[in-house]
């Protein structure tokens, strides 16, 4: 039986992938380079990238969620460090112990829950808050910890604004870090993520925990050349029209135009991830060109001006963004980030991947 194919797919270059992971820990120097797993992978898909990554060389993965870290040991064998970043809650020791995970410490009470669940010996990673006030303990509570005997394997923290180029926090926060490190002498440290690995090598310590960049975002919140895309979001047209001068376009009736158009309605909106806030600078990429979205995002569909266009035709793809609209600038049109638009691609996009290797 034939199924109709989706209007809209979503493509992953493995290729690129590993290109990104080769230059980011090119660019550590001599740390370890970590796969960031979380949501999916951001919303690439996790099982596919943990093994691209593990065939580039990565062997320590983290992930949020017991579940999803369960599922990369399955998928990865007893030899890779699996790192849950939620770290040990009240009834997670036990589940966390079978599978060998290693939990990210974040709190005296997380702490508690570990050692009560049978974590007393065991390897554990600890996080340190060292200003963003998110997860880890305060690092005066780290003496306390230190003496205590917990066997701390990885001691890390996390940069509010490693996608900043030149922010007061880093220096801050990577001072507050160094202060802790001498208390945990056995440990291995880790404090740079995408952004924080191109603050400079003094931010690569032992290793180093990319996710965006491994994914085709820029570390600074803006394309970059040395980071290749890796993620490609494309659509269908399902018509062209031609709107004359005077009548408006879509939902509320929020466009008007005022000479003739020639417009396409595109099958792909908000359910898919298309973020309604592109109104009014959203832009796809078509036949060489950007291209306005024009008027509200429907749930299924959009509207892109393509006036003077003889190519535009149903049946022929869009590019909402991939190698010719950076993910980041797509982003920005949309007033977020990179992040937000990989991980809210929606559940009916035809999802692909392509390896030449
Ligand atoms: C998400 C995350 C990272 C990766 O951050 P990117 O900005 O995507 O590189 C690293 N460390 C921690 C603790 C995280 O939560």
Redesign the pocket.
């Known amino acids: 039986m034939s199924r109709a194919h989706a209007t809209s797919r979503f493509t992953v270059d493995l290729d690129a992938l590993t290109a990104n992971y080769a230059t980011l820990k090119a660019q550590a120097g001599g740390a370890e380079a970590a796969g960031?797993l979380?949501a999916n992978a951001?919303g690439l898909g996790g099982s596919h990238v943990a093994a691209a990554l593990w065939a580039a060389g990565a062997r320590s993965f983290?992930t949020a969620g017991v579940g999803g870290a369960e599922a990369l040991r399955q998928l990865l064998g007893p030899k890779a460090d699996v790192y849950v970043?939620d770290g040990c809650r009240r009834d997670d020791a036990p589940r966390l112990i079978d599978a060998g995970l290693i939990p990210v410490l974040n709190s005296i009470e997380q702490i508690a829950h570990w050692r009560a669940g049978g974590g007393e010996r065991r390897l554990a990673a600890l996080?340190v808050d060292t200003g963003m006030n998110r997860l880890g303990v305060r690092p005066e509570e780290a003496a306390d910890i230190a003496s205590s005997g917990l066997p701390v394997a990885l001691v890390?923290s996390?940069l509010a604004c490693?996608?900043f180029e030149n922010h007061p926090m880093n220096p801050r926060q990577l001072a507050a870090f160094r202060a802790v490190r001498p208390l945990f002498p056995n440990a291995r440290v880790s404090l740079a993520?995408?952004?924080g690995i191109f603050q400079g090598p003094d931010y690569s310590f032992d290793m180093v925990?990319?996710?965006?960049?491994l994914y085709g975002?820029g570390p600074f919140g803006k394309p970059d050349q040395r980071i290749a895309p890796v993620a490609t979001l494309e659509a269908e047209i399902l018509q062209v029209r031609d709107v004359p001068a005077g009548e408006s376009i879509g939902y509320a009736a929020s466009f008007e135009a005022d000479k003739p158009i020639r417009i396409a309605t595109v099958g792909v909106g908000y359910a898919d991830g298309v973020l309604r806030s592109n109104q009014p600078k959203g832009q796809v990429w078509f036949e060489g060109a950007l291209r306005p979205m024009l008027g509200r995002i429907s749930m299924d569909t959009l509207a892109v001006d393509m006036s003077g266009c003889e190519a535009a035709q149903a049946g022929r793809f869009v590019e909402l963004f991939g190698p010719n609209l950076p993910v980041d600038e797509a982003a920005a049109r949309a007033g977020t980030i990179a992040?937000e638009l990989l991980t809210s691609v929606g559940t009916r996009v035809e999802r692909t991947v392509n390896s030449a290797g």
Do not use: C
Not at 209 to 213: H, I, K, Q
């Open positions: 960031m979380k951001y983290f970043l996080h890390m996390h490693g996608d993520n995408s952004g925990r990319p996710g965006v960049a975002g992040y």
